[in-house]
């Protein structure tokens, strides 16, 4: 049986019967029609079969089996996952489109009509009208699901479903939408839209209808879940930091608390430790609006970040070369150094000895830590190589940000030419003339 | 290596253009106006843009015209920023952008401008800087920058930018060299580069170029030719883009033709498309490889295009 021997509009409605019997659906996968045939097999078979054929779900069970019909052939449906064929994926899309588009344009005529309704109708008719709209509503949301499962970027779509939502304004209809865009997220993690809307609904329940603390959860859970398998996925990342301005004090510490080791098996996501940063610096905000008269918040501070730049400096020594981990070093010690400036009542001696500030202290160790990660061993992996690399831009990122504290005490200490050297060697010289060129303006 | 493929992929865009009822480009038609952009820019630095039906494009972007003045994607379809630029730039390259009723579009714009100065992508009010970019390039280019508070939108754009030098879709959203452009390309067209801080911004678009030559979007990416694009016009804007290897850059992007097909892809040996068919033959514009017409960094249209509207013909 082919797809183009069905009709476009019979798979549609199956496919919408589908949806609609199972709201629970949370997966949805395209399945190539060779990759097919294996699925249905499963199903086929007789539950007291002992062949081996047909896959087995998690739990070691076989799939129930289910009435063989002629759509079987293109769609799967069990255990609230729900499998596509390929093969019909085009004649599909172009009716879902098409039903949409139509429904679509009639609810706006109707609803725009209904709004303009003369007062003087009698209540009948008024009562018909309305129960057409909402007729037209639901194919609305039907034909809406089922195109937006088959083009997740379809703008129109998402945004006909906010028109109506937004009219009737139940709560779970907003869950509903979430539970659409988890759907679609599932396959699609980048959509842009899905994430959008998530956010819509979001800002449309907070506070009104649902615990923030509980959204703010579960997203970040979500997003957690999604970036397993989509690495660095900026949608996704970024929709978890927007989060962040809806945590309280104690939720953003959570965070930081419950994503660490996850961060630490993830090292070249530079997306996940740009979400710590992002964190932190709510953290200081937060702790700069409460401002202790005990201190207790500068405590908290320096808590936290000496455990962070211990922690990074770890992973560093661990996982040889991974920029993500450098990168994040240089913002926790930019802001540690600029904490530090002010703090620190001898940081505009130059002429000590330079070991009793703590500044003075935090830049020797960081030049040492630039040291250790030049000596490349015999075996030359590429990976100490660019460690070397990495370190040395991390440094001098920092004299450049810090001329006066860090590009002074670099221009004196003994890195200096291995520092300039290294830099020439990977064609970064530009750089390195930058550097210079704000340092010797002191 | 070697050369530009020229004829190869003018035929690649003309036959994805006339292909509409391919799957593949059905299931794109919602942003089918974006593809118009990239196509028939591509066309018209390969000096080729009298290839295509001028009367039939034009008609057919009126038609994806909505009701609020914005543009959809394609005819039906709800209005939104992102595709009411491309729109413009498409009028703009044939010269056609009097065919609009500017006050309705310009109107439509800057409805979309919020109190802290950012600008949503539609009604439904999602917010990014790309929409601030589009907002303020399409604006200019309709002599029109006076509908919006120009200070509050560079305000909020500011307010994007990260500690290390780069810019978000928002504030506190990671550094992307794609959200850069938007930032760097709307600052430089209100004339407001001042805010950059041009080492520190040229350090982080510099560490994008890879060892192959290519240029990635972000730390510990791989590189992708649309990157070519973002990544170089910013550095071009901040006047630092002889902090890259261009040579290598070159070698890269003609790597990634599809030398029998045409049509340029996201790094080498992967399957072609126009989205970086243009970015790819954008950039090359940008590193000024010999035969191709000038591209402006801000604006993403050819100079010619851009003098026309500034200067006068």
Redesign the interface.
């Known amino acids: 049986m082919t797809g183009a021997a069905v009709d476009p509009s019979r798979l549609l409605s199956h496919l919408e019967d589908i949806l609609g019997s199972d709201p629970d659906i949370d997966e949805v996968g395209f399945i190539h029609p060779t990759q097919f045939a294996i699925f249905n097999e499963a199903i086929h078979s007789s539950p007291s079969s002992s062949s081996g054929g047909g896959p087995q779900l998690e739990d070691g069970t076989k799939p129930k089996p289910v009435q063989a019909s002629i759509s079987d052939t293109f769609f799967w449906h069990n255990e609230h996952k729900l499998g596509i064929s390929t093969l019909v994926?085009?004649p599909l899309?172009?009716a879902a489109?098409d039903a949409f588009?139509d429904a679509y344009?009639r609810y706006r005529l109707l609803s725009d009509s209904h709004v303009n309704k003369d007062g003087k109708l009698d209540n009948d008719v008024l009562i018909c009208s309305t129960s057409i709209l909402d007729i037209v509503e639901s194919e609305v949301m039907k034909h809406s699901k089922a195109l937006l499962l088959?083009?997740c970027?379809?703008?129109?779509a998402w945004?006909s479903r906010?028109s109506i939502v937004l009219k009737k304004l139940p709560f779970p209809m907003f869950m509903d939408e979430l539970r659409l865009s988890s759907l679609v997220l599932s396959y699609s993690p980048k959509s842009e839209r899905a994430w959008?809307h998530r956010?819509?609904v979001i800002?449309m329940i907070t506070g009104k209808y649902a615990n923030v603390q509980e959204i703010v959860e579960r997203d970040s859970e979500l997003v957690k879940t999604l970036a397993e398998n989509s690495k660095?996925n900026?949608r996704a990342?970024?929709h978890r930091?927007?989060l962040?301005?809806y945590m309280s004090h104690s939720q953003v510490l959570l965070e930081l608390q419950h994503s660490r080791d996850w961060s630490g098996l993830h090292v070249?996501?530079?997306?996940c430790f740009?979400y710590r940063?992002?964190l932190l610096?709510q953290m200081i905000e937060n702790l700069q609006h409460n401002n202790d008269a005990d201190g207790s918040s500068g405590v908290e501070f320096h808590q936290l970040w000496k455990e962070e730049l211990d922690w990074v400096r770890t992973l560093i020594m661990r996982y040889v070369g991974?920029?993500?981990l450098w990168?994040h070093r240089?913002?926790l010690s930019?802001?540690w150094m600029k904490h530090l400036a002010n703090d620190d009542q001898s940081i505009s001696c130059n002429y000590c000895s330079g070991t009793c500030s703590t500044v003075n202290m935090f830049i020797e160790d960081e030049l040492m830590l630039f040291h250790s990660c030049t000596i490349i061993p015999d075996n030359d992996f590429g990976d100490y190589h660019a460690q070397a690399v990495y370190s040395a831009?991390y440094i001098l990122?920092l004299a450049?940000?810090l001329p006066t504290t860090f590009g002074v005490k670099l221009r004196r200490s003994s890195q200096y030419e291995v520092l300039r050297r290294l830099l020439n060697d990977v064609?970064?010289s530009?750089?390195w003339d930058?550097t210079t060129a704000?340092c010797t303006s002191i | 290596m070697g050369e530009l493929k020229v004829e190869k992929h003018v035929e690649y865009i003309l036959t994805v253009e006339k292909k509409k009822d391919d799957?593949e480009s059905?299931?794109m038609?919602?942003?089918r106006l974006n593809g118009a952009y990239w196509g028939l820019t591509t066309l018209d630095i390969l000096g080729k843009l009298e290839a295509v039906d001028k009367e039939e494009v034009v008609s057919w972007i009126m038609q994806c015209q909505h009701e609020s003045g914005g543009f959809?994607?394609n005819i039906?379809?709800?209005a939104?920023v992102l595709y009411t630029l491309s729109a413009i730039q498409v009028l703009a390259l044939f010269d056609k952008i009097d065919v609009l009723d500017v006050e309705k579009v310009a109107n439509y714009i800057a409805s979309l401008q919020n109190e802290d100065g950012s600008f949503s992508?539609?009604i439904?009010?999602?917010i990014d800087t790309r929409f601030s970019y589009i907002a303020i390039c399409s604006l200019a280019l309709l002599h029109h920058l006076d509908k919006i508070n120009v200070e509050r939108a560079v305000e909020y754009i500011v307010s994007c930018k990260n500690?290390?030098g780069g810019f978000?879709?928002?504030p506190?959203?990671?550094s992307?060299a794609g959200q850069i452009f938007c930032c760097v390309g709307a600052l430089a067209i209100t004339g407001s580069l001042h805010h950059v801080d041009k080492?520190?911004l040229?350090?982080w678009l510099?560490?994008r170029q890879v060892k192959s030559g290519g240029l990635n979007g972000?730390?510990?990416?791989l590189p992708d030719v649309c990157y070519s694009w973002w990544v170089l016009s910013s550095l071009i804007m901040i006047d630092r883009v002889?902090?890259i290897?261009k040579g290598k850059l070159v070698n890269f992007i003609l790597d990634c033709q599809d030398k029998q097909n045409g049509g340029i892809s996201d790094r080498p040996d992967d399957a072609v498309d126009v989205f970086h068919t243009y970015f790819g033959v954008a950039g090359l514009s940008l590193l000024e490889y010999p035969g191709l017409k000038a591209i402006d960094p801000a604006y993403a249209l050819p100079v010619d295009v851009i003098n026309r509207i500034f200067i006068g013909k």
């Open positions: 994926l085009d899309y172009r489109k588009m344009k088959l083009s970027d379809f703008g129109t945004n906010k959008s956010r819509w800002k660095m900026y990342w970024n930091c927007w962040v301005s070249a996501d530079n997306s740009h940063a992002r610096l991974r920029e993500a990168l240089r913002f930019l802001v831009t990122w450049k940000q064609g970064k530009c750089l930058s704000s | 799957f059905v299931v038609e919602h942003l959809g994607g039906g379809h709800d939104h992508g539609d439904w009010g999602e500690l290390d978000g879709c928002t506190g959203a990671e992307h080492d520190l040229g350090w510099c560490e972000r730390p510990e990416k002889h902090w290897d």
